[in-house]
């Protein structure tokens, strides 16, 4: 599994999305390493339809806003170390039965994903680039002792659901809106000794999360304090683990408190300086002029492992080097803008602030989409971010826009993954 | 709540035991910041036996070596943040319903506690400091934003639960035993939406976990690399999460595959140094001669919050400064020892093994009790640690015989709470 995995990683590190390409390709068998367990297939999936169809709630009605509405059916696919994946089942949506014990609740041997289904302006449902939620849930589930899977059944079955419950739930007049999908791997060994899950519970459900609405304001982010670390090198920030959420709430409910919307994460690196990794859930990006005057859209790179490495993030450097950077036309007034992957140092934003260096930043993320930030609180200091069009900034509004254009289908792209809905 | 926590923790550094004597003190009401709401009240508890009462399995036999056999009964509780705590409920043990969008699955929004029922030589059940761990669920509680209770109430509840199981599962005729009861508190709030539970679900469990052998060999540990970090400051190694445990698995069966125990975690302190934390998941004791020839008991303090503060280590510090050091009698050959919290690092580890000043070490905690430690590998060195009595060190094997004797009732000690299991 490693093996594969890598090869898909390296391979997408050198194309711009091969991942996004594979999902015709048929992958090794003999590359998973469970040789003799039967493997993840989405061929194998049974369908039993909901007796009990429920009513469509409006977009943005409490019960959307709850966070608590999923829609008809789910996936569920049991696993066990002796036999590898039963076959998946579709069934009507409903409470999961688990033992007391079981490890899922006792040592967070859990992870998720989140992804979109966007209905398009041309009547189609799309994921974006779902194959890198399948590989960075097989990442989550290697560092939380969870089972393998190939990525193409993973994403299989994710379209599999979108396809039964997406005409219905998301249909043809909502176009430019979108559900949420949210794949969910868990043990479910019901021993309490702390060991490597004998059974795993692999599940999908689809819920209906309000529309991301402009904020007037944009974020106001806090800095995180000493006493409150997110992640750190050599533990599991980068993966997408039960564990890096929870235990974060509190800095975020306290942040709330105090009027901001979320948290910017800071860490304290070997040398003492605060460097930016990202702000709640999301990467942070900054659009700034370097001391030299280059224009720089510039973010925390991802060698230290202590944040995720967001797709929203990844699609946006993607797009930016091709259609901002060195060789192409530059961006809207037609300057090139330089791409770095870089330490963002709290230190090196406040001088930027302060010499009016900073045209821009935000936060962006599967949940936030492309979040325009307004101001970062750093200890006494509050820093105000430049927002030149009302709500927003000229880069933010362009990620956005180039970001839409793949997922509701007004430009044609390989990242787009048409689903199947026999509509 | 963090108040009236606050001030049990206080007035306990003070005293020897004053977390364990309050047990039949009342806890003002005001105290607990939820006034208005419910609160967990051991009283109100509904009792509905099982019809199907299970055969209790042989000690180690393999349903017990499972780690999954409960006995016949729990304890839940629900909670709401509108309501507060509803009636706790005794019913047969079995499985829990859960939303597949509960919070507890995807964001690790779970706490838990470990103590251990023991069948005393004169007949009677008791808890050990069963108030220590009530209290240590309160600061998880907080630490993972999941609701407060009155310390009293949770650890009747527990005791309730013992009174009615443990007559059959641990019959007077095991007096010596054990069972393991893991008291869980975890979301429930169906929201997917990364917020503060509007719903949680607390309970209590027993199993029945197989009996701590003596080790003819002594725990061999191999010490962290930097690629594997289990907690760091400003984190949550301090409290009993779920976040704590799954992500620390890996590190632990790569261990074990290469034939140790445990992991010794290190954590390298801001100048680069390399300091031990604990053992696995149990806390790590040292006794040695320091350079200037004193006999010193030593263990890594608590004030960076890393790692948990362990029942048994607490219960270790407190009866050797009692008994062994200061005014007291000393230990076996009469010889005083100096107990300090200290850091330790395996540079000192290191010059200590090699300088022959090691006298013995181990690792203690509710699960693995007081096991003595054989040997440390640290990179390319493998630290032999001396265990003069064949399979222990006298230190620990003191330690054990003390803590058995409150434990088991050889030994009056306000340590104890007996169950009042009216047999």
Known sequence: MALYV????????????????????????????????????????????????????????????????????????QWTASGGWLAPELKPYGPLSLMPTSSSLHYAIQCFEGLKLYRGFDGRLRLFRPFRNAVRMLDSAKRISLPSFRPEEWVKLVAKLCAVDGPKWLPKERSGHFLYIRPTLISNDPSLSVKRPAKALFYIVISCLPAVDEREKGLRLLASQADMVRAWPGGFGYVKLGANYGPSMLAGDEAKKKGFEQILWLFRNENGIREVTEAGASNFMLVWRTREGRLQLATAPLDRQIFLDGI????????????????????????????????????????????????EAFAVGTSYFVSPVSLIQYGEKALEIPMVEGSTGVYARLFKAWLKAIMYGLEKHDWAYLVDSKE
């Not at 367990?37 to 409006?58: G, M, Q, Y």
């Not at 330490?343 to 406040?350: E, T």
């Open 312 to 359: 929203t993030r990844r699609s946006i450097l993607d797009l930016a080097r091709e259609r901002l950077s060195g060789d192409s036309d530059g961006g809207e007034g037609g300057e090139k803008i330089e791409i770095k992957e870089r330490r963002l140092s709290m230190d090196d934003i406040v001088a930027a602030c302060e010499e009016d260096r900073i045209v």
């Open 6 to 77: 890598q090869a898909l990683k390296s391979s997408s590190e050198v194309g711009s999305s091969s991942i996004d390409q594979i999902q015709s390709q048929k992958a090794p068998t003999t590359g998973l390493g469970f040789t003799g367990l039967a493997p993840l297939d989405a061929s194998r999936l049974t369908f039993t339809h909901t007796a009990n169809s429920r009513a469509v709630p409006l977009s943005n009605s409490p019960e959307v806003l709850s966070g608590e509405t999923c829609t008809d059916h789910m996936i569920t696919c």
